[in-house]
């Protein structure tokens, strides 16, 4: 067997390059990468010490979304496996949905809020379908009235923005149009 070269995709190709046993090796059943990436997550329980923050829920959301939601609409081929879907519902209950409850922040920004309004949109209407439980419980109700003021705010703001915008229009015709 030769290490520097590549077979070049024929049966006769492999078995030149790699050996008969090449031939007779068995394929493993191929894994999307998001189960691959759930998979490492599960296996690599020390890094579940690690202290939540924005960016690791928003990854964990993203990571979620795909998995669970993306899937079932059909994007995406395969069904995660039972294991995966536990873990992530677990992880999403017991430790994603509090830390999002306890760091609310009343601000404008939308960087200092514990996760994105989309995310928000996509996790509520998810929560709603596939676990009532959760989605009616005290936390999310909480976090839902957050995400409902703060949507209303930066709705105020822009409705105020467009009023000002208005009214400098108005005294700029004013101005050049007498």
Not at 31 to 36: L, Q
Not at 126 to 144: E, T
Request: positive net charge.
């Amino acid at each position: 067997m030769v290490k520097t070269r590549k077979p070049l995709g024929s049966l006769a190709s492999v078995v030149n390059v790699g050996g008969e046993e090449a031939v007779r090796r068995r394929v493993r059943p191929e894994r999307t990468a998001v189960e691959r990436q759930t998979r490492l997550m599960r296996e690599r329980q020390q890094e579940t010490w690690r202290p939540l923050t924005r960016q690791r829920v928003a990854a964990f959301f993203e990571l979620f979304l795909r998995c669970m939601v993306w899937t079932e609409n059909g994007e995406r081929e395969g069904r995660p496996h039972p294991e995966i879907v536990q873990a992530l519902l677990g992880t999403l209950v017991r430790k994603i949905i509090p830390w999002v409850d306890q760091h609310r922040i009343r601000s404008n920004f939308e960087c200092r809020w514990p996760m994105t309004l989309e995310h928000f949109r996509e996790l509520d209407n998810d929560l709603c379908n596939y676990l009532p439980s959760v989605h009616a419980g005290r936390p999310w109700q909480r976090i839902r009235v957050y995400f409902g003021e703060m949507e209303r705010v930066r709705e105020q703001r822009r409705e105020e923005e467009r009023e000002r915008r208005r009214e400098r229009a108005n005294q700029v015709r004013r101005v050049l149009f007498p």
